[in-house]
């Protein structure tokens, strides 16, 4: 498994895994406002003009099993974050998500990171318990079914 840098003129296939990716979690959820699976193509298009921003597939044995999404600012001294990351529903349980995060984080550097996920997704909280991230104690509850948690390593 390895990162392959999204193109700009890619980002239409991404942003179409990422709404496939995140669609169980939206008619779950009903999270309009934060869902990735409810993003416009716009708002992808416009990250990838952030020169923070850094797109990857996860791909394995040719194939894009899904994507990460670092913001990395470099020289400002802010925590990197993941936002977000998503493995396609054929391929999950086999390591990828937790593969993917050491190797962003191997690029950009091992320290000072943060991401959120949903509270009520406990094999989301588990995978990045698992690789040091902390629980934040900030919390933010989006609607009556969903509670953001957020996480610092």
Same mark, same amino acid.
């Given at each position: 498994?390895?990162?392959?840098?999204?193109?700009?003129?890619?980002?239409?296939? !991404?942003?179409k895994?990422?709404?496939?990716?995140?669609?169980?979690?939206?008619?779950?959820? @009903?999270?309009?406002?934060?869902?990735?699976?409810?993003?416009? !193509?716009?708002?992808?298009?416009?990250?990838?003009?952030?020169?923070?921003?850094?797109?990857?597939?996860?791909?394995?044995?040719?194939?894009?099993?899904g994507?990460?999404?670092?913001?990395? /600012?470099?020289?400002?001294?802010?925590?990197?974050?993941?936002?977000?990351?998503f493995?396609?529903?054929?391929?999950?349980?086999?390591?990828?998500?937790?593969?993917?995060?050491?190797?962003?984080?191997?690029?950009?550097?091992?320290?000072?990171?943060?991401?959120?996920?949903? !509270? @009520?997704?406990?094999?989301?909280?588990?995978?990045?318990?698992?690789?040091?991230?902390? /629980?934040?104690?900030?919390?933010?509850?989006?609607?009556? /079914?969903?509670? !953001?948690?957020?996480?610092?390593?």
């Amino acid at each position: 498994m390895k990162l392959v840098r999204v193109r700009f003129e890619e980002a239409e296939d !991404l942003w179409k895994m990422q709404i496939k990716a995140f669609s169980e979690l939206y008619e779950k959820y @009903q999270d309009t406002e934060t869902s990735p699976a409810a993003e416009k !193509l716009e708002k992808v298009l416009a990250r990838f003009k952030q020169n923070w921003t850094y797109y990857y597939f996860i791909v394995s044995n040719g194939e894009k099993v899904g994507a990460i999404r670092v913001i990395d /600012k470099k020289t400002s001294g802010e925590r990197k974050r993941i936002s977000p990351i998503f493995i396609l529903k054929q391929y999950r349980g086999r390591g990828y998500a937790q593969e993917a995060i050491r190797q962003a984080e191997a690029i950009h550097g091992s320290k000072k990171w943060q991401l959120d996920t949903i !509270l @009520q997704e406990k094999g989301n909280c588990y995978l990045y318990e698992k690789l040091g991230y902390k /629980k934040t104690g900030k919390q933010e509850q989006i609607n009556d /079914k969903m509670t !953001l948690v957020f996480y610092e390593k």
